[in-house]
Protein backbone atom coordinates (compact mmCIF):
# COMPACT_ATOMS: atom_id res chain seq x y z
CA UNK A 1 0.00 0.00 0.00
CA UNK A 2 1.27 3.42 -0.38
CA UNK A 3 0.62 5.01 2.65
CA UNK A 4 2.82 2.32 4.39
CA UNK A 5 5.64 4.03 1.53
CA UNK A 6 9.04 5.05 3.27
CA UNK A 7 12.21 5.73 1.73
CA UNK A 8 14.20 2.48 1.04
CA UNK A 9 17.22 4.52 2.01
CA UNK A 10 16.11 5.23 5.33
CA UNK A 11 17.38 2.37 7.98
CA UNK A 12 14.11 -0.04 9.48
CA UNK A 13 13.41 0.94 12.96
CA UNK A 14 12.15 -2.92 13.62
CA UNK A 15 14.65 -5.74 13.13
CA UNK A 16 13.53 -8.88 12.32
CA UNK A 17 10.92 -11.27 10.48
CA UNK A 18 8.51 -9.24 13.05
CA UNK A 19 4.37 -9.44 12.64
CA UNK A 20 1.62 -8.01 14.62
CA UNK A 21 1.26 -11.40 16.96
CA UNK A 22 5.37 -11.51 17.22
CA UNK A 23 5.43 -7.77 18.78
CA UNK A 24 2.49 -8.47 21.42
CA UNK A 25 4.65 -11.66 22.09
CA UNK A 26 7.49 -10.12 22.91
CA UNK A 27 5.90 -7.95 24.80
CA UNK A 28 4.17 -10.62 26.63
CA UNK A 29 6.96 -13.01 27.37
CA UNK A 30 8.53 -11.36 30.06
CA UNK A 31 5.56 -10.32 32.07
CA UNK A 32 3.83 -14.10 31.75
CA UNK A 33 7.21 -15.59 32.45
CA UNK A 34 8.92 -15.78 36.07
CA UNK A 35 11.69 -12.97 36.67
CA UNK A 36 15.06 -14.11 35.56
CA UNK A 37 18.08 -14.54 38.11
CA UNK A 38 19.91 -11.11 37.07
CA UNK A 39 16.60 -9.62 37.73
CA UNK A 40 16.60 -10.82 41.13
CA UNK A 41 20.43 -9.93 41.73
CA UNK A 42 19.87 -6.38 40.44
CA UNK A 43 16.69 -6.20 42.40
CA UNK A 44 18.38 -7.32 45.62
CA UNK A 45 21.21 -4.64 45.20
CA UNK A 46 18.53 -1.95 44.46
CA UNK A 47 16.57 -3.07 47.39
CA UNK A 48 19.26 -3.20 49.71
CA UNK A 49 20.78 0.81 48.54
CA UNK A 50 17.18 1.86 49.24
CA UNK A 51 17.12 0.66 52.21
CA UNK A 52 20.37 1.83 53.89
CA UNK A 53 18.89 5.13 51.59
CA UNK A 54 15.60 4.89 54.10
CA UNK A 55 17.54 4.62 57.27
CA UNK A 56 19.44 7.53 56.29
CA UNK A 57 16.34 9.83 55.94
CA UNK A 58 14.90 8.13 58.97
CA UNK A 59 18.04 8.91 61.13
CA UNK A 60 18.13 12.88 59.06
CA UNK A 61 14.27 13.52 60.24
CA UNK A 62 14.92 12.04 63.82
CA UNK A 63 18.28 13.97 64.66
CA UNK A 64 17.82 16.81 61.80
CA UNK A 65 19.70 18.39 58.63
CA UNK A 66 22.74 18.91 61.06
CA UNK A 67 23.61 14.70 60.34
CA UNK A 68 24.35 16.32 56.90
CA UNK A 69 27.85 18.35 56.06
CA UNK A 70 26.36 21.35 55.63
CA UNK A 71 27.36 24.77 57.30
CA UNK A 72 26.57 28.35 57.52
CA UNK A 73 28.33 29.16 54.62
CA UNK A 74 27.19 26.30 52.54
CA UNK A 75 23.71 25.68 53.23
CA UNK A 76 22.73 23.95 50.05
CA UNK A 77 25.08 21.47 48.74
CA UNK A 78 24.57 17.28 48.24
CA UNK A 79 20.60 17.52 48.47
CA UNK A 80 19.73 20.36 45.93
CA UNK A 81 22.72 18.93 43.72
CA UNK A 82 20.40 15.44 43.64
CA UNK A 83 16.87 17.34 43.85
CA UNK A 84 18.81 19.24 40.61
CA UNK A 85 20.31 16.26 39.11
CA UNK A 86 17.01 14.00 38.98
CA UNK A 87 14.66 16.38 38.00
CA UNK A 88 16.94 16.68 35.03
CA UNK A 89 17.32 12.96 33.83
CA UNK A 90 13.31 13.22 34.27
CA UNK A 91 13.57 15.87 31.37
CA UNK A 92 13.84 13.12 28.49
CA UNK A 93 11.22 11.16 28.98
CA UNK A 94 9.16 14.09 28.26
CA UNK A 95 10.95 15.20 25.13
CA UNK A 96 11.10 11.67 23.97
CA UNK A 97 7.10 11.12 24.07
CA UNK A 98 5.60 14.74 23.25
CA UNK A 99 8.32 16.94 21.41
CA UNK A 100 9.35 13.72 19.38
CA UNK A 101 5.52 12.93 18.89
CA UNK A 102 4.87 16.89 17.71
CA UNK A 103 7.45 16.47 15.34
CA UNK A 104 6.29 12.66 14.02
CA UNK A 105 9.53 10.81 15.02
CA UNK A 106 8.77 7.36 14.14
CA UNK A 107 12.12 6.55 15.89
CA UNK A 108 10.48 7.38 19.60
CA UNK A 109 7.91 4.46 19.95
CA UNK A 110 10.69 1.89 20.82
CA UNK A 111 12.00 3.97 23.70
CA UNK A 112 9.07 6.35 25.07
CA UNK A 113 7.69 4.12 26.87
CA UNK A 114 10.35 3.43 29.07
CA UNK A 115 11.75 7.01 28.70
CA UNK A 116 8.39 7.40 30.58
CA UNK A 117 8.86 5.48 33.23
CA UNK A 118 11.86 6.81 33.58
CA UNK A 119 11.15 10.46 34.07
CA UNK A 120 8.33 9.84 36.69
CA UNK A 121 10.67 7.40 38.53
CA UNK A 122 12.68 10.11 38.64
CA UNK A 123 10.85 13.40 39.40
CA UNK A 124 9.71 10.76 42.36
CA UNK A 125 13.58 10.86 43.72
CA UNK A 126 13.54 14.71 42.93
CA UNK A 127 10.80 15.61 45.10
CA UNK A 128 12.11 13.45 48.11
CA UNK A 129 15.11 16.09 48.33
CA UNK A 130 13.40 19.14 49.46
CA UNK A 131 10.79 17.40 51.30
CA UNK A 132 13.46 15.89 53.95
CA UNK A 133 15.81 19.02 53.58
CA UNK A 134 12.85 21.03 54.98
CA UNK A 135 13.57 19.41 58.45
CA UNK A 136 10.55 18.94 59.49
CA UNK A 137 8.83 16.90 56.40
CA UNK A 138 5.46 16.31 57.80
CA UNK A 139 4.70 19.58 57.23
CA UNK A 140 5.64 19.29 53.58
CA UNK A 141 1.98 20.52 52.57
CA UNK A 142 2.95 24.23 53.74
CA UNK A 143 3.81 24.57 50.83
CA UNK A 144 0.63 24.43 49.07
CA UNK A 145 -2.05 27.58 48.95
CA UNK A 146 -4.23 26.68 52.18
CA UNK A 147 -5.57 28.35 54.74
CA UNK A 148 -3.20 28.00 57.89
CA UNK A 149 -4.08 28.36 61.77
CA UNK A 150 -1.78 31.44 61.93
CA UNK A 151 -4.42 33.22 60.80
CA UNK A 152 -4.59 34.05 56.94
CA UNK A 153 -1.09 33.88 55.61
CA UNK A 154 -0.66 32.10 52.18
CA UNK A 155 2.17 31.11 50.64
CA UNK A 156 4.32 33.50 48.68
CA UNK A 157 3.68 33.55 45.00
CA UNK A 158 6.43 35.97 44.25
CA UNK A 159 8.80 32.89 45.33
CA UNK A 160 10.72 31.09 42.48
CA UNK A 161 10.97 27.88 45.48
CA UNK A 162 7.42 27.83 45.26
CA UNK A 163 6.94 28.50 41.76
CA UNK A 164 9.17 25.42 41.91
CA UNK A 165 6.37 23.60 43.63
CA UNK A 166 3.77 24.48 41.41
CA UNK A 167 6.27 22.79 38.38
CA UNK A 168 7.48 19.69 39.60
CA UNK A 169 4.12 19.07 41.25
CA UNK A 170 2.10 19.25 37.52
CA UNK A 171 5.24 18.07 35.58
CA UNK A 172 4.92 14.93 37.87
CA UNK A 173 1.11 14.66 37.53
CA UNK A 174 0.61 15.52 34.07
CA UNK A 175 3.77 13.12 33.14
CA UNK A 176 2.12 10.09 35.02
CA UNK A 177 -1.45 10.67 33.35
CA UNK A 178 0.25 10.65 29.71
CA UNK A 179 2.40 7.51 30.18
CA UNK A 180 -0.44 5.96 31.85
CA UNK A 181 -3.06 6.98 29.44
CA UNK A 182 -0.75 5.34 26.62
CA UNK A 183 -0.20 2.12 28.52
CA UNK A 184 -4.06 1.27 28.65
CA UNK A 185 -3.97 -0.21 25.16
CA UNK A 186 -0.61 -2.41 25.86
CA UNK A 187 -2.81 -2.91 29.25
CA UNK A 188 -5.49 -4.58 27.33
CA UNK A 189 -3.21 -6.55 25.14
CA UNK A 190 -1.60 -7.80 28.22
CA UNK A 191 -4.67 -8.76 29.38
CA UNK A 192 -6.00 -10.57 25.90
CA UNK A 193 -2.63 -12.50 26.03
CA UNK A 194 -1.58 -13.69 29.16
CA UNK A 195 -2.92 -17.44 31.05
CA UNK A 196 -2.68 -16.95 33.95
CA UNK A 197 -6.07 -16.05 35.89
CA UNK A 198 -4.54 -13.78 38.29
CA UNK A 199 -2.79 -12.02 36.03
CA UNK A 200 -5.55 -11.59 33.90
CA UNK A 201 -7.45 -9.90 36.43
CA UNK A 202 -4.76 -7.93 37.51
CA UNK A 203 -4.58 -6.36 34.07
CA UNK A 204 -8.12 -6.37 33.33
CA UNK A 205 -8.50 -3.85 35.97
CA UNK A 206 -5.40 -1.66 34.67
CA UNK A 207 -6.80 -1.64 30.94
CA UNK A 208 -9.84 0.21 31.87
CA UNK A 209 -12.37 -1.80 30.00
CA UNK A 210 -10.07 -0.95 26.79
CA UNK A 211 -11.77 -2.83 23.61
CA UNK A 212 -9.94 -0.69 20.51
CA UNK A 213 -13.40 0.81 19.52
CA UNK A 214 -12.21 2.96 16.42
CA UNK A 215 -14.15 6.12 18.45
CA UNK A 216 -12.16 5.63 21.50
CA UNK A 217 -8.70 5.18 18.84
CA UNK A 218 -10.02 8.83 17.69
CA UNK A 219 -10.14 9.81 21.18
CA UNK A 220 -6.71 8.96 22.05
CA UNK A 221 -4.99 9.77 18.91
CA UNK A 222 -6.33 13.23 19.93
CA UNK A 223 -5.65 13.15 24.06
CA UNK A 224 -1.68 12.22 22.67
CA UNK A 225 -1.31 14.73 20.84
CA UNK A 226 -2.76 17.42 23.12
CA UNK A 227 -1.12 15.91 26.03
CA UNK A 228 2.06 15.73 23.96
CA UNK A 229 1.48 19.46 23.18
CA UNK A 230 0.66 20.60 26.58
CA UNK A 231 3.48 18.46 27.85
CA UNK A 232 6.30 20.28 25.77
CA UNK A 233 6.24 23.70 27.16
CA UNK A 234 5.84 21.89 30.45
CA UNK A 235 9.05 20.73 30.05
CA UNK A 236 10.88 23.50 29.44
CA UNK A 237 9.57 25.42 32.30
CA UNK A 238 9.88 22.56 34.67
CA UNK A 239 13.99 23.11 34.63
CA UNK A 240 13.47 27.04 33.85
CA UNK A 241 11.89 27.41 36.89
CA UNK A 242 14.63 24.97 38.71
CA UNK A 243 16.59 27.79 37.57
CA UNK A 244 14.97 30.35 38.37
CA UNK A 245 15.68 29.07 42.10
CA UNK A 246 19.45 29.97 41.24
CA UNK A 247 18.83 32.88 39.01
CA UNK A 248 17.04 35.14 41.21
CA UNK A 249 18.96 35.17 44.00
CA UNK A 250 21.88 37.54 44.46
CA UNK A 251 24.81 35.00 44.90
CA UNK A 252 27.45 35.34 42.46
CA UNK A 253 27.77 32.91 39.39
CA UNK A 254 23.90 31.89 40.16
CA UNK A 255 22.51 35.58 39.07
CA UNK A 256 23.00 34.62 35.74
CA UNK A 257 20.28 35.35 32.79
CA UNK A 258 22.07 32.15 31.10
CA UNK A 259 20.39 29.96 33.59
CA UNK A 260 17.30 28.61 31.75
CA UNK A 261 18.15 27.59 28.30
CA UNK A 262 21.10 26.56 29.76
CA UNK A 263 19.75 24.53 32.21
CA UNK A 264 17.04 22.91 29.90
CA UNK A 265 19.87 21.92 27.43
CA UNK A 266 21.68 20.20 30.43
CA UNK A 267 18.81 18.66 31.77
CA UNK A 268 17.98 16.64 28.04
CA UNK A 269 21.51 16.07 27.97
CA UNK A 270 21.96 14.38 31.39
CA UNK A 271 18.26 12.68 30.83
CA UNK A 272 19.25 11.40 27.10
CA UNK A 273 22.24 9.99 28.79
CA UNK A 274 20.53 8.37 31.69
CA UNK A 275 18.27 6.99 28.60
CA UNK A 276 21.15 5.31 27.24
CA UNK A 277 22.29 3.95 30.34
CA UNK A 278 18.80 2.42 31.12
CA UNK A 279 17.95 0.98 27.35
CA UNK A 280 21.45 -0.34 27.43
CA UNK A 281 20.69 -2.57 29.78
CA UNK A 282 16.82 -2.89 29.29
CA UNK A 283 17.30 -4.22 25.69
CA UNK A 284 19.65 -6.88 26.27
CA UNK A 285 17.99 -8.01 29.55
CA UNK A 286 14.51 -8.14 27.98
CA UNK A 287 15.82 -9.84 24.49
CA UNK A 288 14.29 -6.29 22.87
CA UNK A 289 17.54 -6.13 20.32
CA UNK A 290 15.26 -5.92 17.33
CA UNK A 291 13.19 -2.77 18.55
CA UNK A 292 15.74 -1.02 20.19
CA UNK A 293 18.59 -0.79 17.22
CA UNK A 294 21.52 1.09 16.28
CA UNK A 295 19.59 3.54 14.62
CA UNK A 296 17.82 4.32 17.97
CA UNK A 297 21.06 5.20 20.35
CA UNK A 298 22.59 7.21 17.19
CA UNK A 299 19.48 9.42 17.16
CA UNK A 300 19.62 9.90 20.85
CA UNK A 301 23.40 10.46 20.79
CA UNK A 302 22.72 13.04 18.13
CA UNK A 303 20.25 14.50 20.32
CA UNK A 304 23.18 14.14 22.98
CA UNK A 305 25.94 15.87 20.94
CA UNK A 306 23.44 18.60 20.17
CA UNK A 307 22.34 19.46 23.95
CA UNK A 308 25.99 18.52 25.05
CA UNK A 309 27.07 21.21 22.56
CA UNK A 310 24.35 24.07 23.99
CA UNK A 311 25.78 23.11 27.17
CA UNK A 312 29.67 23.75 26.23
CA UNK A 313 29.04 26.89 24.88
CA UNK A 314 27.14 27.96 27.82
CA UNK A 315 30.02 27.31 29.86
CA UNK A 316 32.44 29.12 27.62
CA UNK A 317 30.09 32.14 28.30
CA UNK A 318 29.86 31.62 31.96
CA UNK A 319 33.63 31.73 32.12
CA UNK A 320 33.86 34.61 29.72
CA UNK A 321 31.69 36.63 31.64
CA UNK A 322 33.16 35.92 34.80
CA UNK A 323 36.71 36.91 33.90
CA UNK A 324 35.18 39.89 31.73
CA UNK A 325 32.95 41.13 34.52
CA UNK A 326 36.75 42.17 36.32
CA UNK A 327 34.88 41.28 39.83
CA UNK A 328 37.03 39.75 42.21
CA UNK A 329 34.06 37.89 43.62
CA UNK A 330 33.32 36.60 39.87
CA UNK A 331 36.87 34.81 39.89
CA UNK A 332 35.44 32.08 42.05
CA UNK A 333 32.09 31.35 40.32
CA UNK A 334 31.62 27.30 39.44
CA UNK A 335 32.83 28.28 35.58
CA UNK A 336 36.07 30.69 36.33
CA UNK A 337 40.35 30.60 36.97
CA UNK A 338 39.64 30.56 40.62
CA UNK A 339 37.70 27.09 40.36
CA UNK A 340 39.95 25.84 37.59
CA UNK A 341 42.92 25.82 39.96
CA UNK A 342 41.23 26.39 43.40
CA UNK A 343 40.69 23.82 46.11
CA UNK A 344 37.43 22.60 44.38
CA UNK A 345 39.69 21.87 40.71
CA UNK A 346 38.66 18.51 40.61
CA UNK A 347 35.46 19.11 40.42
CA UNK A 348 35.66 21.55 38.16
CA UNK A 349 38.24 19.48 35.47
CA UNK A 350 35.78 16.38 36.02
CA UNK A 351 32.81 18.54 35.10
CA UNK A 352 35.00 19.59 31.87
CA UNK A 353 35.96 16.30 30.98
CA UNK A 354 33.15 14.33 31.48
CA UNK A 355 30.34 16.93 29.87
CA UNK A 356 32.55 18.68 27.05
CA UNK A 357 35.67 16.25 26.13
CA UNK A 358 34.35 12.99 26.31
CA UNK A 359 30.85 13.38 24.92
CA UNK A 360 32.56 14.89 21.83
CA UNK A 361 33.41 11.23 21.00
CA UNK A 362 30.22 10.89 19.60
CA UNK A 363 31.22 12.57 16.77
CA UNK A 364 32.31 9.16 15.31
CA UNK A 365 29.75 7.36 13.72
CA UNK A 366 31.16 4.41 14.23
CA UNK A 367 31.28 5.32 18.02
CA UNK A 368 27.75 6.83 17.97
CA UNK A 369 26.18 3.29 16.82
CA UNK A 370 28.19 1.41 18.96
CA UNK A 371 26.62 -0.07 22.26
CA UNK A 372 28.94 -0.60 24.86
CA UNK A 373 30.77 2.73 23.52
CA UNK A 374 27.01 4.19 24.03
CA UNK A 375 26.87 2.54 27.76
CA UNK A 376 30.42 4.22 28.78
CA UNK A 377 29.40 7.58 27.29
CA UNK A 378 26.05 7.89 28.83
CA UNK A 379 27.94 6.78 32.02
CA UNK A 380 30.39 9.36 31.97
CA UNK A 381 27.89 12.17 31.11
CA UNK A 382 25.29 11.03 33.56
CA UNK A 383 28.47 11.50 36.28
CA UNK A 384 29.53 14.84 34.56
CA UNK A 385 26.36 16.54 34.89
CA UNK A 386 25.94 15.40 38.60
CA UNK A 387 29.41 17.77 39.11
CA UNK A 388 28.23 20.26 36.99
CA UNK A 389 24.92 20.84 39.67
CA UNK A 390 27.50 20.36 42.63
CA UNK A 391 29.81 22.89 41.57
CA UNK A 392 26.89 25.59 40.50
CA UNK A 393 26.19 24.80 44.40
CA UNK A 394 28.63 24.24 46.53
CA UNK A 395 31.92 26.06 44.42
CA UNK A 396 29.64 29.23 43.97
CA UNK A 397 28.67 29.47 47.98
CA UNK A 398 31.74 28.00 49.11
CA UNK A 399 33.51 31.65 48.55
CA UNK A 400 31.09 34.47 48.77
CA UNK A 401 31.60 38.17 49.14
CA UNK A 402 32.62 37.81 52.73
CA UNK A 403 36.23 36.29 53.08
CA UNK A 404 35.71 35.35 56.79
CA UNK A 405 32.89 33.08 56.14
CA UNK A 406 34.41 31.32 53.21
CA UNK A 407 34.25 27.82 53.88
CA UNK A 408 34.22 23.73 52.25
CA UNK A 409 32.14 21.33 52.15
CA UNK A 410 32.15 17.66 52.54
CA UNK A 411 29.92 15.19 52.75
CA UNK A 412 29.08 12.90 55.80
CA UNK A 413 27.75 9.37 55.51
CA UNK A 414 24.10 10.34 55.28
CA UNK A 415 24.66 12.24 52.60
CA UNK A 416 25.96 9.82 50.40
CA UNK A 417 23.62 7.38 51.86
CA UNK A 418 20.73 9.68 50.74
CA UNK A 419 21.72 9.87 47.41
CA UNK A 420 22.45 6.36 47.43
CA UNK A 421 19.46 5.47 48.45
CA UNK A 422 17.81 7.07 45.96
CA UNK A 423 19.49 5.67 43.27
CA UNK A 424 18.31 2.34 44.63
CA UNK A 425 14.63 3.47 44.56
CA UNK A 426 14.88 4.59 41.24
CA UNK A 427 16.07 1.61 40.20
CA UNK A 428 13.68 -0.60 42.16
CA UNK A 429 10.94 0.95 40.23
CA UNK A 430 12.27 0.71 37.57
CA UNK A 431 13.03 -2.91 37.97
CA UNK A 432 9.44 -3.51 38.68
CA UNK A 433 8.27 -1.43 35.75
CA UNK A 434 10.07 -3.58 32.92
CA UNK A 435 8.86 -6.82 34.49
CA UNK A 436 5.72 -6.27 34.80
CA UNK A 437 4.56 -3.26 32.60
CA UNK A 438 4.71 -2.98 28.69
CA UNK A 439 8.15 -2.00 28.06
CA UNK A 440 7.67 -0.48 25.05
CA UNK A 441 4.52 1.05 23.28
CA UNK A 442 3.45 -2.04 20.67
CA UNK A 443 0.06 -0.52 19.95
CA UNK A 444 1.45 2.56 18.46
CA UNK A 445 5.14 0.67 17.35
CA UNK A 446 2.68 -1.14 15.30
CA UNK A 447 1.35 1.09 13.06
CA UNK A 448 5.18 1.75 11.69
CA UNK A 449 5.81 -1.94 10.80
CA UNK A 450 4.32 -1.84 7.74
CA UNK A 451 6.60 1.27 7.12
CA UNK A 452 9.56 0.84 8.74
CA UNK A 453 9.37 -2.84 9.43
CA UNK A 454 12.94 -4.86 8.16
CA UNK A 455 10.28 -7.20 6.77
CA UNK A 456 8.37 -5.30 4.92
CA UNK A 457 10.78 -3.03 3.82
CA UNK A 458 12.94 -5.81 1.54
CA UNK A 459 13.03 -5.28 -1.69
CA UNK A 460 10.89 -8.08 -3.08
CA UNK A 461 10.11 -8.67 -7.12
CA UNK A 462 9.21 -5.75 -9.02
CA UNK A 463 9.99 -3.23 -6.00
CA UNK A 464 13.46 -3.46 -6.55
CA UNK A 465 13.99 -2.30 -9.41
CA UNK A 466 12.56 0.94 -8.87
CA UNK B 1 -33.30 -0.07 13.61
CA UNK B 2 -34.17 -3.11 15.47
CA UNK B 3 -32.07 -6.03 14.74
CA UNK B 4 -31.97 -10.02 15.12
CA UNK B 5 -28.40 -10.67 15.06
CA UNK B 6 -25.35 -9.19 15.38
CA UNK B 7 -22.91 -10.24 12.78
CA UNK B 8 -18.66 -10.34 13.24
CA UNK B 9 -16.17 -9.77 10.33
CA UNK B 10 -12.81 -10.89 11.63
CA UNK B 11 -10.02 -9.37 9.47
CA UNK B 12 -6.19 -9.48 10.03
CA UNK B 13 -4.98 -6.69 7.82
CA UNK B 14 -5.52 -3.09 8.30
CA UNK B 15 -5.68 -2.08 4.59
CA UNK B 16 -8.13 -5.34 3.81
CA UNK B 17 -10.55 -3.77 6.77
CA UNK B 18 -10.30 -0.35 5.54
CA UNK B 19 -11.19 -1.43 2.14
CA UNK B 20 -13.95 -3.56 3.16
CA UNK B 21 -14.95 -0.82 5.27
CA UNK B 22 -15.68 1.66 2.56
CA UNK B 23 -17.12 -1.33 0.88
CA UNK B 24 -19.71 -2.11 3.05
CA UNK B 25 -20.46 1.38 3.93
CA UNK B 26 -20.97 1.82 -0.46
CA UNK B 27 -23.23 -0.60 0.11
CA UNK B 28 -25.51 1.12 2.62
CA UNK B 29 -25.38 -0.80 5.27
CA UNK B 30 -24.31 1.09 8.69
CA UNK B 31 -21.36 -0.42 10.71
CA UNK B 32 -21.33 -0.31 14.40
CA UNK B 33 -18.14 -0.84 15.33
CA UNK B 34 -14.83 -1.64 14.52
CA UNK B 35 -12.19 -3.14 16.98
CA UNK B 36 -8.26 -2.90 16.65
CA UNK B 37 -5.53 -3.52 18.06
CA UNK B 38 -3.56 -0.15 17.27
CA UNK B 39 -5.55 3.18 15.56
CA UNK B 40 -5.41 2.32 11.79
CA UNK B 41 -5.12 5.84 9.60
CA UNK B 42 -8.42 7.08 7.85
CA UNK B 43 -10.34 4.90 9.66
CA UNK B 44 -12.79 7.34 11.39
CA UNK B 45 -13.37 8.79 7.81
CA UNK B 46 -13.74 5.70 6.49
CA UNK B 47 -16.59 4.78 9.03
CA UNK B 48 -17.96 8.58 8.91
CA UNK B 49 -17.29 9.24 12.95
CA UNK B 50 -17.48 12.66 13.64
CA UNK B 51 -14.45 14.71 14.75
CA UNK B 52 -13.67 14.45 18.32
CA UNK B 53 -14.35 17.07 20.20
CA UNK B 54 -12.05 16.31 23.29
CA UNK B 55 -9.22 19.40 22.02
CA UNK B 56 -12.40 22.11 22.40
CA UNK B 57 -12.42 20.80 25.75
CA UNK B 58 -8.74 20.50 26.55
CA UNK B 59 -8.62 24.63 25.21
CA UNK B 60 -11.81 24.88 27.75
CA UNK B 61 -10.17 23.42 30.49
CA UNK B 62 -7.37 25.42 30.37
CA UNK B 63 -8.92 28.65 30.43
CA UNK B 64 -10.51 27.63 33.36
CA UNK B 65 -7.22 27.16 34.98
CA UNK B 66 -5.74 30.25 34.02
CA UNK B 67 -8.79 31.79 35.15
CA UNK B 68 -8.76 30.17 38.60
CA UNK B 69 -4.73 31.09 38.64
CA UNK B 70 -5.52 34.32 37.77
CA UNK B 71 -8.18 34.10 40.49
CA UNK B 72 -5.64 32.90 43.57
CA UNK B 73 -3.27 34.75 42.74
CA UNK B 74 -4.88 38.04 43.21
CA UNK B 75 -6.79 36.55 45.99
CA UNK B 76 -3.85 35.63 48.17
CA UNK B 77 -1.16 37.88 47.04
CA UNK B 78 -3.27 41.30 46.91
CA UNK B 79 -7.03 41.23 48.30
CA UNK B 80 -6.70 39.08 51.53
CA UNK B 81 -2.90 39.23 52.58
CA UNK B 82 -1.20 42.04 50.83
CA UNK B 83 3.01 42.07 51.70
CA UNK B 84 5.78 43.86 50.79
CA UNK B 85 7.89 40.57 49.74
CA UNK B 86 11.44 42.28 48.82
CA UNK B 87 10.51 45.08 47.61
CA UNK B 88 7.90 43.36 45.07
CA UNK B 89 4.72 46.09 44.65
CA UNK B 90 1.44 44.17 45.97
CA UNK B 91 -1.08 47.14 45.34
CA UNK B 92 -2.34 45.64 42.33
CA UNK B 93 -2.25 42.55 40.46
CA UNK B 94 -1.06 43.69 37.08
CA UNK B 95 2.17 45.02 38.49
CA UNK B 96 2.73 41.82 40.49
CA UNK B 97 1.87 39.72 37.28
CA UNK B 98 5.16 38.82 36.14
CA UNK B 99 6.02 37.17 39.66
CA UNK B 100 2.71 35.09 38.30
CA UNK B 101 3.44 34.01 35.33
CA UNK B 102 4.85 30.84 36.17
CA UNK B 103 1.87 29.70 38.53
CA UNK B 104 -0.72 30.76 35.67
CA UNK B 105 1.57 28.52 33.11
CA UNK B 106 1.47 25.34 35.11
CA UNK B 107 -2.26 25.82 36.79
CA UNK B 108 -3.35 26.15 32.82
CA UNK B 109 -1.42 23.44 31.78
CA UNK B 110 -2.45 21.31 35.32
CA UNK B 111 -6.13 21.56 34.88
CA UNK B 112 -6.25 21.44 30.96
CA UNK B 113 -4.43 17.78 30.90
CA UNK B 114 -5.92 16.38 33.87
CA UNK B 115 -9.53 17.41 32.98
CA UNK B 116 -8.96 16.44 29.29
CA UNK B 117 -7.86 13.04 30.38
CA UNK B 118 -10.78 12.80 33.08
CA UNK B 119 -13.25 13.49 30.27
CA UNK B 120 -11.37 10.89 28.14
CA UNK B 121 -12.31 8.24 30.45
CA UNK B 122 -16.01 9.33 30.92
CA UNK B 123 -16.51 9.71 27.26
CA UNK B 124 -15.42 5.94 26.83
CA UNK B 125 -16.95 4.63 29.99
CA UNK B 126 -13.84 3.20 31.16
CA UNK B 127 -12.34 2.82 34.66
CA UNK B 128 -10.45 0.58 36.87
CA UNK B 129 -12.47 -2.72 36.54
CA UNK B 130 -14.60 -2.00 33.46
CA UNK B 131 -15.74 -4.98 31.90
CA UNK B 132 -14.07 -5.17 28.27
CA UNK B 133 -16.21 -5.34 25.38
CA UNK B 134 -13.99 -6.41 22.58
CA UNK B 135 -15.50 -9.58 21.17
CA UNK B 136 -12.07 -11.54 20.44
CA UNK B 137 -9.41 -11.18 22.79
CA UNK B 138 -7.02 -10.69 19.09
CA UNK B 139 -8.71 -7.86 18.46
CA UNK B 140 -5.74 -6.27 21.19
CA UNK B 141 -3.07 -8.36 19.37
CA UNK B 142 -3.36 -8.51 15.52
CA UNK B 143 -6.62 -9.10 14.63
CA UNK B 144 -9.71 -6.67 13.34
CA UNK B 145 -13.14 -7.15 14.11
CA UNK B 146 -16.06 -5.39 12.66
CA UNK B 147 -19.46 -5.40 14.39
CA UNK B 148 -22.51 -5.29 12.26
CA UNK B 149 -26.10 -5.71 13.51
CA UNK B 150 -28.62 -6.78 11.05
CA UNK B 151 -32.35 -8.23 10.30
CA UNK B 152 -32.31 -11.94 9.80
CA UNK B 153 -33.46 -10.97 5.88
CA UNK B 154 -30.25 -9.02 5.54
CA UNK B 155 -27.93 -11.64 6.94
CA UNK B 156 -26.86 -13.89 3.54
CA UNK B 157 -25.71 -10.34 1.88
CA UNK B 158 -23.70 -9.35 5.01
CA UNK B 159 -22.60 -12.71 5.32
CA UNK B 160 -21.44 -12.17 1.67
CA UNK B 161 -19.68 -9.13 1.81
CA UNK B 162 -17.68 -10.29 4.04
CA UNK B 163 -16.17 -13.07 2.56
CA UNK B 164 -16.04 -10.56 -0.57
CA UNK B 165 -13.96 -8.08 1.18
CA UNK B 166 -10.97 -11.13 2.31
CA UNK B 167 -12.77 -11.77 5.97
CA UNK B 168 -11.09 -14.56 7.59
CA UNK B 169 -14.02 -15.90 9.96
CA UNK B 170 -17.44 -14.51 10.65
CA UNK B 171 -19.43 -15.28 13.52
CA UNK B 172 -22.91 -14.65 14.68
CA UNK B 173 -24.31 -13.98 18.06
CA UNK B 174 -28.06 -13.49 18.78
CA UNK B 175 -27.90 -10.16 21.07
CA UNK B 176 -30.38 -12.39 23.44
CA UNK B 177 -28.36 -15.07 23.75
Not at chain 2, 74 to 100: C, H, L, R, V
Not at chain 2, 107 to 117: D, G, I, N, R
Request: charged fraction near 15%.
Amino acid sequence: MSSHYESPYREPLVLGDKTYQQISADIVKPIAGPATRSWWIAFGISMALFLWGSVCILYTIGIGIGVWGLNKTIGWAWDITNFVWWVGIGHAGTLISAVLLLFRQKWRLSINRSAEAMTIFAVMQAALFPIIHMGRPWLAYWVFPIPNNFGSLWVNFNSPLLWDVFAISTYFSVSLVFWYMGLIPDFAMIRDKVTRPALRKIYAVLSFGWAGRAKHWQRFEELSLVLAGLATPLVFSVHTIVSFDFSTSVVKGWHSTVFPPYFVAGAIFSGFAMVQTLLSVVRKVLRLEDYITRLHIDYMNRVILLTGGIVAVAYITEFFIAWYSGSPFEDYIYLSWGAATGPYWWAFWSLILCNIAIPQLLWIRSIRRNFVWTFAISIVINIGMWFERFTIIVVDLSKDYLPASWSMFSPTFVDIGVFLGTIGLFFVLFLLYSKNFPVIAQAELKTILKSSGDHYKKPSGTDAQR
Amino acid sequence: MRSDKILYGLYDDEDLLLSAVERIRREGIPIDEVYSPFPVHGLDKALGLQETRLGITAFIYGLLGLGFAIWMTWYMMIYDWPQDIGGKPSFTWGENMPAFVPILFELTVFCSAHLMAVTFLVRNAMYPGARAANPHPATTDDKFVMEISVRAADEPQVVALFKETGALAIHLKNPES
